[in-house]
């Protein structure tokens, strides 16, 4: 059975620097997203990760993936406030499938 | 553009009492779609899937039920709610060119059982 965990759980950090979220997974796969949630909003799509190796950017957060350790990261760069929202990862079941499963989340506050 | 909608937003129902969800895409054809369902503070458990009409897989044994009438329509019900229903119900789509789509969220219910 896959299981996704992510870690820190919750995560608060000054502005302007720098931190990174882990995201494990237990069995082989071959897709990782990450998304982002607002308070009591849906989620919105970040990066979707295919293959190993993988890097993604966009603005403050960068996404890579590396399926031979089952792990992905996702760096932030000199937060802001703007980023505080909780950032969830999701791995692909099994290989042909558009099942996901996700990670715990990371609640991330960012101060002055 | 592609977009989804669910409706109601909100929903307050007492115990027993029947459910429907309702969640319709516009934009795109033959999408597979999803229910997910996000306890208080928690991640997100995939309930439903479906990839056409009458096409539905669940994952979850639990009182709740899927339907797809309609190519872009998905609906989440049940006949008798428990308190453990309560929730934030999410729909979501995703391309059928491949499995490798993003799937897009839509707004969400917040069901709230007493």
């Known amino acids: 059975e896959l299981k996704v965990e992510q870690n820190p759980l919750f995560l608060s950090m000054q502005e302007g620097k720098n931190y990174t979220i882990y995201c494990n997974y237990s069995?082989?796969?071959?897709?990782l997203y990450w998304y982002r949630q607002d308070p009591g909003k849906s989620l919105e799509s970040l990066f979707v990760l295919l293959s190993n190796g993988a890097v993604k950017q966009e603005g403050r957060l960068m996404a890579s993936l590396d399926t031979k350790a089952r792990l992905s990261t996702l760096h932030i760069t000199a937060a802001v406030h703007d980023l505080s929202a909780t950032y969830f990862c999701?791995?692909?079941?099994?290989?042909?499938?558009?099942?996901?499963?996700f990670g715990t989340g990371t609640r991330l506050q960012v101060f002055p | 553009s592609q977009t989804i909608h669910q409706w109601p937003a909100t929903l307050v129902q007492p115990v027993g009492s029947p459910l429907s969800l309702e969640c319709t895409v516009e934009?795109?054809?033959?999408?597979?779609l999803y229910w997910y369902r996000q306890a208080a503070g928690r991640g997100l458990q995939l309930l439903f899937y479906s990839v056409g009409i009458g096409q539905i897989s669940s994952e979850v044994p639990q009182n709740l039920s899927a339907s797809r009438p309609q190519d872009r329509q998905f609906i989440l019900s049940s006949k008798k709610l428990l308190l453990s229903d309560s929730g934030f119900y999410l729909c979501?789509?995703?391309?059928?060119?491949?499995?490798?789509?993003?799937?897009?969220f839509g707004p969400g219910t917040r069901l709230t059982v007493l």
């Open positions: 934009g795109t054809s033959n999408p597979n």
């Open positions: 979501a789509w995703s391309g059928p060119s491949g499995y490798t789509d993003t799937q897009y």
């Open positions: 069995t082989t796969s071959d897709r």
């Open positions: 999701a791995v692909a079941q099994s290989y042909n499938t558009d099942k996901l499963i």
